[in-house]
């Protein structure tokens, strides 16, 4: 039998605390294709799409994939903009409709819109309007997801990556298409359980290298062979986001002995709530992460300082100076740094020629009482570019991206990447394909919480992470939530 199945990609993870509302242009920006385009530009990658179509195709589904969009995490979406892009995933299910067996979607799992707190939530259940309650609904999701109930209430397969940085997301991709696959076929009845504790966050962000995460994916797998269990997702949540139902979960899609199952959700949540206190990840100031750079010696790579707090991954806004005025105070040698997202200074600096002295503004203008304003500098414009690149790592090996109109300007001995668009640091070629070599540098400075890991460990002598005071600084009491449920952690000790 050949069955139809209905796919779509639609992220967005949504700082609620950034003046950057992700609006049309925002999709525009990381790129809105349909079809047999999304498939042909993603359909080989590390994306849920792939993962969909490796199943798919073998199993000879007909497949109607509506859109492919994302935005960079920024503030929540616009009416407009959610209603275009869910319009034309809920429009092809009308057309399609009485013929589809199945639905596969590609979502965060934090997205949080201008006129509702549950974006995912949202769009499911405009999907089963026009569905009805029996088609079977998988969806994957991010494991920084806030999963709400309607979530789970509306789909019945939910699956998240296992790895941060997530370079899983073809496999969960496969995994969920597996389970629709034999849903479809009537080999199974899945469905999803949830469990939750009063936390904005997991205490170590979700890490899954390092920390108590390792033994919960551990016994998140181990626990998938069991009878009747297809997956368990472990949920770190996604903080930054203030609404009702912020915080860590634990998932499992399963069949049959429903109190077992979700006896074993809440023993693995329970852990993250006793754990509450642990750190694993030291954060140092600016001034110690910048002294450690002046005396550090490359012997076996350079030195990596992740701006944690200004990570456009979690919605920072990626124009904070407070890292780099201290670098350049210091008079680092041999290191660079980016991105600098300043568009204003981006196009200055592209209508110049390269070897050309010139005299900026950057950065620290979205907000300069977070993460330091604008840095007055005269440096040397090393390159100019239209920002485009093709990544080559674990996360972003084969996706095509661009940082908009960008340049290398370099004061002092550090090269500063200004890029027009917004964006986390986590492929090698976001700084290659500009002329710029980490792994030649003494001293690395980038913007990324986790997802550099990927591709910038292997190159390094040693990673440090530092709080630089902006948007996303991992003390999160510092923010002034007002939806989030209350008492809760750690706001309520």
């Given at each position: 039998?050949?069955?139809?199945?209905?796919?779509?990609?639609?992220?967005?993870?949504?700082?609620?605390?950034?003046?950057?509302?992700?609006?049309?242009?925002?999709?525009?920006?990381?790129g809105v294709s349909a079809g047999e385009e999304?498939?042909?530009?993603?359909?080989?990658?590390?994306?849920?799409?792939?993962?969909?179509?490796?199943?798919?195709?073998?199993?000879?589904?007909?497949?109607?994939?509506?859109?492919?969009?994302?935005?960079?995490?920024?503030?929540?979406?616009?009416?407009?903009?959610?209603?275009?892009?869910?319009?034309?995933?809920?429009?092809?299910?009308?057309?399609?409709?009485?013929?589809?067996?199945?639905?596969?979607?590609?979502?965060?799992?934090?997205?949080?819109?201008?006129?509702?707190?549950?974006?995912?939530?949202?769009?499911?259940?405009?999907?089963?309007?026009?569905?009805?309650?029996?088609?079977?609904?998988?969806?994957?999701?991010?494991?920084?997801?806030?999963?709400?109930?309607?979530?789970?209430?509306?789909?019945?397969?939910?699956?998240?990556?296992?790895?941060?940085?997530?370079?899983?997301?073809?496999?969960t991709g496969r995994l969920a298409a597996g389970?629709?696959?034999?849903?479809?076929?009537?080999?199974?009845?899945?469905?999803?359980?949830?469990?939750?504790?009063?936390?904005?966050?997991?205490?170590?962000?979700?890490?899954?290298?390092?920390?108590?995460?390792?033994?919960?994916?551990?016994?998140?797998?181990?626990?998938?062979?069991?009878?009747?269990?297809?997956?368990?997702?472990?949920?770190?949540?996604?903080?930054?986001?203030?609404?009702?139902?912020?915080?860590?979960?634990?998932?499992?899609?399963?069949?049959?002995?429903?109190?077992?199952?979700?006896?074993?959700?809440?023993?693995?949540?329970?852990?993250?709530?006793?754990?509450?206190?642990?750190?694993?990840?030291?954060?140092?100031?600016?001034?110690?992460?910048?002294?450690?750079?002046?005396?550090?010696?490359?012997?076996?790579?350079?030195?990596?300082?992740?701006?944690?707090?200004?990570?456009?991954?979690?919605?920072?806004?990626?124009?904070?100076?407070?890292?780099?005025?201290?670098?350049?105070?210091?008079?680092?040698?041999?290191?660079?740094?980016?991105?600098?997202?300043?568009?204003?200074?981006?196009?200055?600096?592209?209508?110049?020629?390269?070897?050309?002295?010139?005299?900026?503004?950057?950065?620290?203008?979205?907000?300069?009482?977070?993460?330091?304003?604008?840095?007055?500098?005269?440096?040397?414009?090393?390159?100019?570019?239209?920002?485009?690149?093709?990544?080559?790592?674990?996360?972003?090996?084969?996706?095509?991206?661009?940082?908009?109109?960008?340049?290398?300007?370099?004061?002092?001995?550090?090269e500063i990447l200004v890029t027009s668009i917004?964006?986390?640091?986590?492929?090698?070629?976001?700084?290659?394909?500009?002329?710029?070599?980490?792994?030649?540098?003494?001293?690395?400075?980038?913007?990324?919480?986790?997802?550099?890991?990927?591709?910038?460990?292997?190159?390094?002598?040693?990673?440090?992470?530092?709080?630089?005071?902006?948007?996303?600084?991992?003390?999160?009491?510092?923010?002034?939530?007002?939806?989030?449920?209350?008492?809760?952690?750690?706001?309520?000790?």
């Amino acid at each position: 039998m050949t069955f139809t199945v209905l796919t779509a990609e639609f992220s967005h993870e949504s700082n609620t605390f950034s003046r950057c509302p992700a609006d049309d242009a925002a999709f525009e920006d990381r790129g809105v294709s349909a079809g047999e385009e999304a498939i042909a530009a993603r359909g080989a990658a590390n994306t849920p799409l792939a993962g969909f179509l490796a199943i798919g195709r073998t199993a000879g589904w007909r497949i109607v994939h509506a859109i492919s969009a994302a935005a960079q995490p920024s503030g929540p979406v616009t009416r407009d903009a959610f209603e275009r892009i869910a319009g034309v995933i809920v429009e092809a299910a009308k057309a399609q409709a009485g013929t589809i067996d199945g639905v596969l979607l590609g979502l965060h799992g934090a997205m949080v819109t201008e006129f509702c707190e549950d974006g995912e939530g949202e769009l499911l259940e405009r999907l089963r309007a026009v569905l009805g309650p029996d088609v079977p609904i998988g969806v994957t999701l991010d494991p920084h997801a806030n999963v709400t109930r309607k979530m789970t209430e509306l789909a019945q397969i939910v699956v998240s990556y296992k790895t941060y940085p997530h370079v899983d997301i073809r496999e969960t991709g496969r995994l969920a298409a597996g389970i629709l696959q034999r849903t479809m076929a009537g080999e199974i009845k899945p469905v999803t359980l949830r469990a939750e504790r009063p936390m904005l966050e997991e205490v170590n962000g979700g890490r899954t290298d390092i920390g108590p995460m390792v033994e919960r994916i551990a016994r998140a797998r181990t626990y998938e062979k069991e009878a009747g269990v297809f997956a368990v997702s472990v949920n770190g949540g996604f903080g930054n986001a203030d609404i009702a139902e912020v915080g860590p979960t634990v998932l499992v899609t399963c069949e049959g002995d429903s109190a077992r199952h979700l006896a074993f959700a809440e023993a693995l949540v329970d852990d993250m709530w006793q754990r509450r206190f642990e750190t694993v990840t030291d954060f140092l100031s600016v001034a110690d992460a910048v002294a450690e750079a002046a005396s550090y010696i490359a012997t076996s790579g350079p030195l990596v300082i992740a701006d944690y707090a200004d990570n456009p991954g979690g919605g920072g806004y990626g124009d904070a100076t407070g890292l780099l005025q201290a670098m350049i105070a210091a008079d680092l040698k041999d290191a660079c740094f980016g991105p600098m997202v300043d568009p204003e200074v981006a196009a200055e600096l592209r209508a110049g020629e390269p070897g050309a002295t010139v005299c900026i503004r950057l950065g620290g203008k979205v907000d300069p009482q977070i993460g330091g304003g604008p840095l007055d500098l005269t440096g040397t414009l090393v390159s100019v570019s239209d920002g485009g690149y093709v990544g080559d790592g674990p996360m972003m090996g084969g996706l095509q991206a661009s940082w908009g109109p960008c340049a290398v300007l370099r004061v002092g001995d550090i090269e500063i990447l200004v890029t027009s668009i917004r964006a986390q640091m986590n492929d090698l070629q976001q700084f290659r394909a500009f002329g710029i070599d980490p792994a030649a540098k003494r001293v690395v400075a980038l913007k990324s919480m986790q997802h550099f890991r990927a591709a910038f460990e292997p190159i390094a002598g040693k990673v440090i992470v530092c709080d630089s005071g902006a948007l996303c600084t991992p003390d999160l009491s510092k923010l002034p939530y007002r939806r989030a449920r209350r008492p809760i952690f750690p706001l309520d000790r």
